[in-house]
């Protein structure tokens, strides 16, 4: 990135509320949740804001994605491009008449990048301090959760045909809130939150880092008998971030003894149901969630690990799922660990095969 780029890139968002404002003019047809500005995609016909995403806080903030085109991502100026119909020329001159710098003299124009600069360290700074204080929140948020036993993550586990009693070597992997507010319905006003969301049970999952540290939650939200998931729009979450998490479900037959000795290969499902299913027929194969499809993007290798077998779903009928996928297992090979594809053979996962769903 030159650096004329990387300072007006900085110079347009020097503080998250500026960054708001900016997303809210570029993409107007959309709200807040969270870290990201969920929209309409300005690009094609879209019913609901829910698919293009722009990050506002992190490492990725000014960084926009559309999850129903694969192909349609960038940074701050690459929206500007979007939204503006503009070439990335266009889109950086469009910039600079923004922030006033065509008419500055260069003395003006220098004192002004440092000033850029020394703000961009220390918004920097703040997002590091911002992520470690979510990663503690996250640790609180698990410990505050309870045992599974007896609770409606045993009814809802099994009336996906996976009893826990049923899975060997089955690791702590969640736990239980009995109101756990669905903050995807929350409703904000400027940016801030007004209203929370409606509470129900859900189970909390944990991701855990390539180290073994806990990255971030998953959450299930349940139905109040647990009989299924609740009545929403999307009944699974994640927080805070996950690129490159796992949820551990079982650990799988060590030949040489002891919990850490594991050497073989890894399966691995897009959701817990999914690797739970196929942990309940091969118990001696370490198993595990990625949480999402565009999370076995980021999976970790490992020392122990001598292959992956992806479970990948029937239902991906958009392209830019099976690219998704043919990306990750792309990157996988790279390691040179044998990498196999796996599907049912019936329904659109090892979930709906288990339970006999065509």
Request: include cysteine.
């Amino acid at each position: 990135m030159s650096s004329r780029i990387k300072e007006i890139k900085q110079a347009l968002m020097p503080s998250e509320l500026a960054l708001l404002e900016l997303v809210r003019e570029l993409v107007p047809e959309g709200r807040r949740n969270g870290k990201i500005w969920s929209a309409k995609s300005p690009v094609r016909q879209d019913k609901n804001a829910g698919s293009f995403v722009v990050w506002l806080t992190g490492p990725a903030r000014g960084s926009f994605k559309d999850y129903a085109d694969g192909t349609v991502k960038g940074d701050l100026i690459d929206l500007v491009c979007l939204s503006k119909r503009l070439s990335r020329t266009e889109a950086l001159a469009w910039a600079e008449d923004r922030l006033g710098w065509r008419h500055m003299s260069p003395e003006e124009k220098e004192k002004l990048r440092r000033q850029v600069k020394k703000k961009a360290k220390q918004q920097n700074a703040q997002e590091e301090k911002r992520r470690k204080d979510r990663i503690r929140r996250a640790l609180r948020w698990w410990h505050s959760g309870l045992a599974v036993e007896g609770t409606l993550i045993e009814r809802y586990l099994e009336s996906r045909a996976i009893p826990l009693s049923r899975l060997q070597g089955r690791l702590n992997f969640c736990r239980f809130l009995p109101a756990q507010e669905y903050w995807m319905d929350a409703v904000y006003e400027n940016g801030i939150k007004v209203q929370r969301g409606p509470e129900y049970p859900a189970m909390m999952s944990r991701m855990s880092a390539p180290d073994g540290s806990l990255q971030a939650l998953h959450f299930t939200f349940l139905a109040a008998d647990g009989s299924g998931k609740a009545p929403v729009e999307k009944p699974k979450l994640m927080w805070p971030e996950t690129a490159g998490s796992m949820i551990w479900i079982s650990q799988g037959e060590s030949k040489s003894g002891g919990p850490d000795t594991y050497r073989g290969p890894v399966v691995v499902g897009e959701g817990i149901e999914d690797a739970g299913s196929s942990a309940l027929a091969n118990p001696e194969i370490r198993h595990a969630a990625a949480g999402s499809l565009p999370n076995l993007l980021h999976l970790p290798d490992f020392p122990w690990l001598t292959g992956y077998i992806l479970l990948k779903d029937n239902d991906w009928g958009k392209p830019q799922a099976q690219e998704q996928f043919n990306r990750a297992v792309e990157r996988l090979a790279a390691t040179g660990k044998p990498v196999i594809e796996v599907s049912s053979t019936k329904g659109k996962d090892f979930n709906d095969q288990l339970r006999g769903v065509e």
